[in-house]
């Protein structure tokens, strides 16, 4: 009887010894021949919020999938680069991952004037690439500057246009607001923004005026000179594409001079957490888009989305980027299962035009658009500032009927159809 038994127990644990000797190779395999995917952002200096809550948002997404298996049996590993904002530097930093550190996958969480530099390198080296954070139109819309292996995960300037001159048109046309004044950041993104939106505000709305135009330099400490010639213009209105610490910044220093109580002020990149929460005294009435807002849409996917964020991130809030970078994840993962393969050409091919579920959608999808490789779907919409919880309210969505509408008239303009 003990015999018997002690056979019995000598052969389970050969057994459970050989599966494990059959299953040790595979995860030896997985281990030795990792998916190297090559981040890079701007991780340093006044505007580093935007590569920390890219990252805040990228490594849980990777952390998922390779908890579940890997994607295509290979655990991701990411390598994380600063370029410091210089575009230079971005470009160079692109290169040596691919060539360098052995990555298959490119995620560009650069802003927009790292991403133009990026796109050159994608177009020599033929990686796929999703750029997560630069919403300047022209990167994806220009068929000049399009890539066939490179995608825009982000938001994009004239959907924001076009629903923010909508929505501002409509708060100008109750209030009689119709002498403007302008302050946006002085690169791509903010000069083309602020061209955009009021293109789309005279669009709605014709008697616009444009008294002033400030133009302060990215990172800039001191907004003085800029508010104390907005004042002096004596506009009824404000725009600003101004965003993260920048903005924050401006907000508190314009409330020293009065600013907020002096016109309307409509500011696009309000609607990101860190920035409201980053204000000392929040002025109410601030028109805004969303940019990350766990009331919007107003689902459980997405509340449940932004408490796992903060979880994850020593209860940071999420910011714009976060979602834009969660998104772009969940695209490679979409994308390399459908082509079974990393190769740029066929995991661009499954990319086009593909559609996944996602909490940061009014109808919980998003869709790559297949030709211009762009995002849409995505919540969009404005709404008017509080000073507490939720500090963004009344939300109005976009109309994505009507954005596809006028984004392509807006492409014709530009002769880019």
Known sequence: MHDNKAARLGRRTVLAASAAAL??????????????????????????????????AIQPEIDRINAAGGLLGRQIQPIYRDSKGQPQEAARVARELVNTDGCEILLDAEASSGAYAVQEVVRDLGVLCVHSNSETSSLTADPKLRVATAFRSARQGVHDAIVGGAHS???????????????????????????????????????????????????????????????????????????????SAFVNQ???????????????????????????????????ANRYLPTFPATAENAAWGAAYRKNNNNDYPTNWSWEN????????????KAGSTDGKKAAAAL????????????????????????????????????????????????WGQIAELEKEWKKSNGYI
Request: neutral net charge; glycine residues 8%; aromatic residues 10%.
């Open 23 to 56: 299953a040790m190779p595979a995860v030896a395999r997985a281990q030795a021949n990792p998916l190297k995917i090559g981040i890079q952002s701007i991780f340093s200096g006044p505007i580093a919020l935007l590569g920390t809550s890219s990252r805040g």
């Open 326 to 337: 969660s998104t772009a994840i969940r695209f490679i993962e979409a994308a390399v299962k």
């Open 169 to 247: 048109a409509k708060v100008a046309t109750a209030k009689k607001l119709s002498k403007w004044a302008t302050c946006s950041p002085d690169y791509a993104f903010g000069r083309d923004t602020t061209a955009q939106f009021l293109e789309f505000l005279k669009h709605f709305k014709p008697d616009i005026e444009v008294l002033s135009q400030g133009w302060p330099k990215l990172g800039a400490p001191d907004f003085t000179e800029v508010i104390t010639k907005i004042l002096q213009a004596k506009p009824q209105a404000l725009y600003s594409a101004l965003y993260a610490g920048d903005l």
């Open 352 to 399: 086009e035009g593909l559609t996944i579920d996602s909490p940061f959608s009014t109808t919980g999808k998003v869709t790559m658009r297949a030709e211009d490789h762009t995002l849409i779907d995505y919540a969009i919409g404005w709404g008017t500032t509080v000073p507490k919880e939720p500090f963004v309210i009344d939300m109005e969505p976009g109309d």
């Open 254 to 288: 314009g409330n020293v001079y009065a600013l907020f109580s002096a016109m309307q002020v409509f500011v696009p990149a309000m609607g990101d957490l860190p920035v409201l929460t980053a204000v000392k005294n929040l002025p109410a009435g601030i028109q805004s």
